[in-house]
C-alpha cells in the first residue's frame, strides 16, 4: 500500500477503535437506537455540508442510489444498533474484540461473491482459526445455555455480519461518483430508516433531547468522528487500497478499543478473552497472508 493508504489506514483505525469507549459514555443518557440515529445523522449532516461546499455532483443512478441504501442499512443503521446494545451487558473492550471477526465474515463472502478473492488454503486456514478464537471469547458454555451476556455477545457478531455484507455491497454498487457522496447518502438512509424506530421507543424523541454533557460529547463524537470522518476515510482506503487492505484495520482497532476501555473505563479482560482475541488476530494475519509471504520469501532467499 502506499503512504497516503497506510495514514488512511492508521486514521479509521482510530476513528473506530474510540467509538467503544464513547459508546459506554453515550449510554449513560441515550438508549442504544437513539445513540445510533444521533450518531449517523451527526455524521450526514456534516458529510453534506462536505458535499455543498466542495460543489460535488451528486449522481442520480439506480445503482448509487441502491448501494446506499443497503450501505445504509448494513454498515450504518443495523451494526451501529446492534453494538451499542450489546455494550449494556459487556465491556467496551470486548466488544472491540469480537468486532474483529468483520475480516473473517468478510473473507468468506468475498469468496462467495467475487472471483479475485477466491479462498485460498492460507485463508481457510485464517477463518478456521478466527472461528475458533470467537468460540473461546464466547465460551463453550455460552453457547450451550442463552443469557442477556451470550445475546449482547450474539448481537455484535450480527453486526459484523452485517459489516460484511455492507463492505461487499459497496464494492459492488459504488463503483461511480465521489467518497464523500457515498458517505453522506449511505449515513442519510441509515438515519431515516432508524427515525421511526427512534420515535416508537417509549420515551419518543424525547429520548434525543438528554443534557448529559459527557453523554453528549461523546455522541457528538461518535457523529463526527467515529461516522462522518472515519467513513470519509472508509471509502477513501476502499477505492486506494480494496477490500483485502480494509482487513488490516480489524487488527488495529481491537487494541486500541481495549487500551482506551483499560485506561478510561478501568475496564480487563480475562484470560480467556485474550487468548480468543490472539487466536482471532492470528487468523486475520493468516487470511491477509503479507507476514506469511515474507516469511516464506526470507526462507527462499536464505536457501
Request: charged share 10%; aromatic share 10%; hydrophobic share 55%.
Amino acid at each position: 500500500m502506499s503512504l497516503r493508504s497506510w495514514l488512511l489506514l492508521l486514521g479509521l483505525s482510530c476513528c473506530w477503535g474510540s467509538s467503544f469507549l464513547m459508546i459506554d459514555v453515550a449510554l449513560d443518557a441515550f438508549s442504544p437506537i437513539a445513540i445510533a440515529f444521533l450518531r449517523i445523522a451527526l455524521g450526514a449532516m456534516f458529510l453534506w455540508a462536505i458535499v455543498f461546499a466542495r460543489g460535488l455532483r451528486v449522481p442520480r443512478s439506480l445503482r448509487l442510489l441502491c448501494g446506499m441504501g443497503v450501505g445504509g442499512v448494513l454498515i450504518t443503521s443495523l451494526p451501529f444498533t446492534l453494538i451499542a446494545w450489546g455494550q449494556q451487558q459487556i465491556d467496551s473492550g470486548l466488544t472491540a474484540v469480537l468486532n474483529a471477526t468483520t475480516a473473517i465474515f468478510g473473507t468468506l463472502l468475498a469468496a462467495l461473491l467475487f472471483k479475485d478473492e477466491r479462498l485460498t488454503t492460507p485463508k481457510a486456514f485464517g477463518v478456521a482459526t478466527g472461528f475458533c478464537g470467537v468460540v473461546v471469547v464466547i465460551g463453550i458454555e455460552s453457547l450451550q445455555h442463552l443469557d442477556i451476556t451470550s445475546l449482547a455477545q450474539y448481537a455484535v457478531l450480527v453486526a459484523a455480519v452485517s459489516y460484511a455484507f455492507g463492505g461487499a455491497s459497496g464494492k459492488i454498487l459504488m463503483r461511480e461518483g465521489s467518497p464523500v457522496v457515498h458517505a453522506a447518502g449511505t449515513t442519510t438512509c441509515g438515519a431515516l430508516l432508524l427515525l421511526p424506530f427512534v420515535a416508537l421507543q417509549p420515551a419518543g424523541l424525547q429520548d434525543l433531547l438528554a443534557v448529559d454533557i459527557r453523554s453528549t460529547v461523546a455522541v457528538l463524537w461518535l457523529g463526527i468522528v467515529s461516522t462522518a470522518i472515519a467513513y470519509l476515510f472508509y471509502y477513501n482506503l476502499l477505492r486506494a487500497a480494496g477490500v483485502a487492505n480494509l482487513l488490516l484495520c480489524t487488527l488495529i482497532i481491537a487494541p486500541i478499543a481495549i487500551a482506551l476501555g483499560a485506561f478510561f473505563l478501568d475496564e480487563a479482560l480475562t484470560l480467556q478473552v485474550w487468548g480468543g482475541f490472539a487466536l482471532i488476530a492470528f487468523g486475520l494475519v493468516l487470511i491477509d497472508g503479507r507476514a506469511t509471504r515474507a516469511v516464506l520469501s526470507h526462507e527462499r532467499a536464505r536457501s
